[in-house]
């Protein structure tokens, strides 16, 4: 049998083909191949329908999951139970003040928190400052509690420019009631206030003045550390080591002369004068003679600094030593360690503060100037008696 035989004889017995056609198929075969294919096509079909439901269909019962907690983010009921005292920073949003409250454990989801307060018109007059909040509140319940003073748990102080660092104790210790000793203690131990290298380990000039919320719960450590951290923040917006560095002056001495440009000016717009005497006399290797500098040394407050006074021996006596004290004199503001800076151009080696009441300063180029303003004050004096 050849190839051809193969075809025109598939049985290889002679037999004609199951169609009666040469080379032709099984029919019945053929019908149920299809109809085989038929049910494994359906089956298919109805697995991918199925398949599809089960995927789209849970991903429905995600997708309006999701969108519910969106629209309605998890919060809790009630007024809340224990206390908890919480920060509000200085220029907070509704969406930190709502991480934090989250934090602590006030309310279940900050989102919670930022929708009542895009509702609340007077989210905006929400104070910084520590609250005494409740564990587990609902959202509504902790915006009425920081919308209401007596929540506030702080102390609020404002601490003047140029207070020497033993005054600032003394109000601090006014305020929180811990005591002037404590607060010693904690300025004797500065590696854990964070003070800059320059500040060689001392607080004097780097308590920076200004208003701070005191934690209620904040130990004289933590208080003194709040205000060398602001120092330390507006030394870095302002671009201090930088600017000092330009002006070929260390950051320390910057310090020291704003101290004393902020205990002798009287009015923001002396600062800069004063700042140019210093210059000037230092240039000229005059003594400063800043009765201030001695009136430190000495721990008083007054305006009348004696003869027997100006005899003390301190570094810090600028009538008996030449150049600046060794270190600051107070703690000065911002437009102080501008002025230090930037002095004002002139050639002023003199000033006298002729009339403390009303912040009356002068200036003056000669000695003989100076004598005619010291005049000026010495009239002042007698007008007031006990100054």
Do not use: C
């Amino acid at each position: 049998m050849n190839d051809l035989d193969l075809f025109s004889d598939p049985y290889g017995d002679g037999r004609p083909p199951p169609d009666g056609r040469s080379g032709g198929r099984d029919p019945r075969r053929a019908r149920k191949r299809q109809k085989r294919r038929r049910r494994n096509g359906r089956a298919a079909a109805l697995f991918a329908m199925a398949f599809l439901v089960a995927v789209f269909g849970t991903g429905g019962v995600l997708g309006y999951a999701w969108l519910d907690n969106r629209r309605n983010p998890p919060d809790y009921d009630g007024d809340g139970t224990g206390n908890v005292t919480v920060q509000i920073k200085d220029g907070a949003t509704g969406v930190k003040i709502g991480t934090t409250l989250e934090e602590h454990k006030v309310v279940k989801s900050s989102r919670a928190f930022v929708k009542v307060y895009t509702k609340e018109t007077r989210a905006s007059t929400i104070q910084p400052g520590f609250y005494q909040m409740r564990l587990k509140m609902s959202s509504a319940a902790a915006m009425a509690l920081l919308l209401d003073p007596k929540s506030r748990a702080g102390n609020q102080i404002t601490i003047p420019e140029g207070r020497r660092a033993t005054e600032v104790f003394e109000l601090l210790s006014k305020k929180t009631g811990i005591s002037v000793k404590e607060f010693q203690a904690a300025a004797k131990k500065p590696e854990g206030l964070g003070l800059p290298p320059y500040a060689k380990g001392k607080v004097e000039g780097y308590l920076y003045p200004g208003r701070y919320d005191l934690d209620p719960n904040g130990s004289a450590a933590q208080i003194l550390k709040q205000m060398v951290t602001r120092f330390n923040e507006e030394a870095e917006s302002g671009g201090l080591v930088g600017k000092a560095r330009e002006a070929g002056l260390n950051p320390g001495t910057v310090i020291t002369l704003a101290s004393l440009i902020q205990a002798e000016g009287a009015r923001p717009s002396d600062l800069p004068k004063v700042s140019r005497v210093i210059y000037n006399r230092i240039d000229k290797g005059m003594k400063l003679q800043f009765d201030s500098t001695v009136v430190y040394a000495l721990n008083k407050r007054t305006l009348t600094v004696t003869n027997e006074d100006l005899k003390y021996d301190s570094p810090y006596n600028t009538y008996k030593y030449t150049g600046l004290p060794p270190g600051p004199i107070g703690n000065p503001g911002s437009a102080a360690i501008e002025a230090a800076l930037a002095p004002k151009e002139g050639t002023w080696l003199f000033f006298v503060t002729t009339d403390p009441t009303r912040k009356i300063t002068e200036f003056a180029t000669t000695y003989d100037q100076q004598l005619e303003l010291e005049k000026k004050f010495r009239a002042w004096q007698r007008a007031n008696p006990g100054n």
